[in-house]
Every structure is written in structure tokens, then in C-alpha cells.
């Protein structure tokens, strides 16, 4: 609980600690199609993933790229189609 007597949105158990995350969790997951240009060799990348910024910090400890464009769906299926067309 915090100062104003709200509930957190849910609770979590780790290590026998309870911690409150104020975060809800989403009502459904998006699915992105993304585009990156290697900033060294000007190379495009096409993929597709459910968290963007997560996918986008892997792909930069590998090499410095720029975030193109995103597309946003609901579904996996068609993010995985837009990327092969």
C-alpha cells in the first residue's frame, strides 16, 4: 500500500519477500514488426517481437543500430506475416 491507502495492483513473492508492483499487467500483449539500420554498415533488419524496447537492447549490445519503424498488432500471426511480405 502506498500513502493514500491504495492497493497495489497485484503482488508477487520472491524469496519469501513480498514485494508490491504497481504495474498493472496488460489486458492483451502487442505484437511489433520493427525495422533497424546497423549504424556501421547501413544494413536493414526486419523482425518482429512482443517488447519492443527489450528486443531493441539485445540488438544494441550486438551492434549500435537505429530504430527505423514499427508497426503495432494484435496478434502474433500477423506480425509474423507483415514481416515476410
Not at 8 to 19: E, H
Not at 43 to 64: P, S
Request: proline residues 4%.
Amino acid at each position: 500500500m502506498d500513502k493514500s491507502g491504495d492497493k497495489p495492483a497485484f503482488l508477487w513473492i520472491t524469496s519469501s519477500k513480498v514485494r508490491a508492483k504497481r504495474e498493472p499487467s496488460p489486458l492483451f500483449y502487442m505484437y511489433y514488426v520493427y525495422v533497424l539500420q546497423r549504424i556501421q554498415d547501413k544494413d536493414f533488419y526486419i523482425g518482429y517481437t512482443e517488447n519492443l524496447k527489450r528486443r531493441f537492447d539485445e540488438h544494441n549490445r550486438e551492434k549500435a543500430c537505429n530504430l527505423i519503424y514499427y508497426e503495432a498488432y494484435q496478434t502474433e500471426k500477423l506480425a509474423r506475416q507483415r514481416k515476410k511480405s
